[in-house]
C-alpha cells in the first residue's frame, strides 16, 4: 500500500511560481511510475507529468517549458516546479503513483492518489 501526501498548493499571480511536493510512504519512489494531475473548474482530470523510474518524464504540451516534475530518491518526495504561472493553470492538483508498466499520462492506469491541493492563479 502506498500513501501519498501533497502540500505546496495555495495562490499565485499570473507569471508567477509555485512549487507542489509529495511524499510518498509505503514504497520508494524509484520503484514506481508517479506524475501530477489536475482537475480545472468543471472540467475532466488530466495528466500534467510523469516520472518513470529511470527519471524519464513526459509532459502535457501545455505545460512544457514551465513545469519540471522531479523527485528525491532519498527522501522518497515527488516535486512539481511550476513557473509562469497562468490563469488555465488554476485546478486541484493531484500526487499519484503506480506499480511498473506503462507510464504515461492517462490518468486511469494510476493507483494511489493523494488527496489534491488547490492552485489558483488569478490577478
Known amino acids: 500500500q502506498v500513501q501519498l501526501v501533497e502540500s505546496g498548493g495555495g495562490s499565485a499571480q499570473p507569471g508567477g511560481s509555485l512549487r507542489l511536493s509529495c511524499v510518498a510512504s509505503g514504497n520508494t519512489v524509484n520503484n514506481l511510475c508517479m506524475g501530477w494531475f489536475r482537475q480545472p473548474p468543471g472540467k475532466e482530470r488530466e495528466g500534467v507529468a510523469v516520472i518513470e523510474n529511470d527519471g524519464s518524464t513526459s509532459y502535457i504540451g501545455s505545460v512544457k517549458g514551465r513545469f519540471t516534475i522531479s523527485k528525491d530518491s532519498a527522501k522518497d518526495t515527488l516535486y512539481l516546479q511550476m513557473n509562469n504561472l497562468k490563469p488555465e493553470d488554476t485546478g486541484v492538483y493531484y500526487c499519484?503513483?503506480?506499480?511498473?508498466?506503462?507510464?504515461?499520462?492517462?490518468?486511469?492506469?494510476?493507483?494511489?492518489w493523494g488527496q489534491g491541493t488547490q492552485v489558483t492563479v488569478s490577478s
Open positions: 499519484a503513483a503506480k506499480a511498473g508498466w506503462p507510464c504515461s499520462l492517462q490518468t486511469k492506469i494510476f493507483t494511489y
